[in-house]
């Protein structure tokens, strides 16, 4: 069963404005690490950003930042001042025993 | 810096043959990994190992076999290839537990096609 929810396959943003992408997932664990990765067309995986569950502050990282709402198992990504270079694939993901579970990615399209 | 490297980056197999994909990094890092991606799919874990001479399966390891004999090098064997192997293969290493810090380098991953 996919523990990682991504209800968003594409979303779209005009350049300079501000999006957010969407992911919740499933875990019982109360000490968990989340993050936001980005794929390119190159295809190679960069972190974006890192969220630990034990911290309520969230994360952020430039024009990257989380919304990270623990109890109802929420983790989004609000990318601000969008640039076309943001656009790509966008994987949320946990950590779990010994595996990191990924989403099925939302697509971001930045228009000029 | 090379980071990880995979070859090769396309290949188109027939079902029942065999093939090894490889991966190599050159920062020294302990943890390996394989991972899958499938279309429309988040990445799957294959195998993954912490150190040379350890291996371990990950969520989706049947029809596949690792190696890793020395620290730089991670090789995945398919053996006799199926169509449901079909998919982008991705190898990454981490200095540490790679799940805890999220900073796991990935190669530019392998297109396999298995016809």
């Known amino acids: 069963a996919q523990t990682v929810t991504q209800s968003q396959p594409e979303m779209s943003v005009q350049e300079a404005e501000t999006v957010t992408l969407s992911c919740t997932y499933d875990?019982?664990?109360?000490?968990?690490?989340l993050f936001w990765y980005k794929q390119p067309p190159s295809r190679q995986m960069i972190l974006v950003i890192r969220?630990?569950?034990?911290?309520?502050q969230n994360a952020t990282e430039n024009r990257f930042s989380v919304n990270f709402q623990k109890a109802a198992k929420s983790f989004s990504l609000k990318i601000s001042d969008s640039q076309l270079g943001d656009a790509a694939m966008y994987f949320c993901?946990?950590?779990?025993?010994?595996?990191?579970?990924f989403g099925a990615g939302t697509r971001l399209t930045v228009k000029p | 810096n090379a980071g990880v490297t995979q070859t090769p980056k396309f290949r188109i197999l027939k079902i029942g043959q065999s093939m090894t994909l490889q991966c190599t990094q050159d920062m020294n890092h302990n943890y390996m990994y394989w991972y899958r991606q499938d279309p429309g799919m988040g990445l799957k874990l294959i195998y993954y190992?912490?150190?040379?001479?350890?291996?371990d399966k990950g969520e989706v390891p049947n029809g596949y076999n690792v190696s890793r004999s020395t620290t730089e090098d991670f090789p995945l064997r398919l053996e006799l290839a199926a169509p449901s192997q079909t998919s982008v293969y991705f190898c990454?290493?981490?200095?540490?537990?790679?799940?805890?810090?999220?900073?796991?380098?990935f190669g530019e991953g392998s297109r396999l096609t298995v016809l």
């Open positions: 875990t019982s664990e109360s000490d968990y690490y």
């Open positions: 993901a946990y950590t779990i025993n010994n595996d990191m579970r």
């Open positions: 969220q630990e569950a034990y911290k309520q």
């Open positions: 990454a290493s981490s200095y540490a537990q790679g799940w805890d810090t999220g900073e796991l380098f």
């Open positions: 190992s912490v150190g040379a001479g350890i291996t």
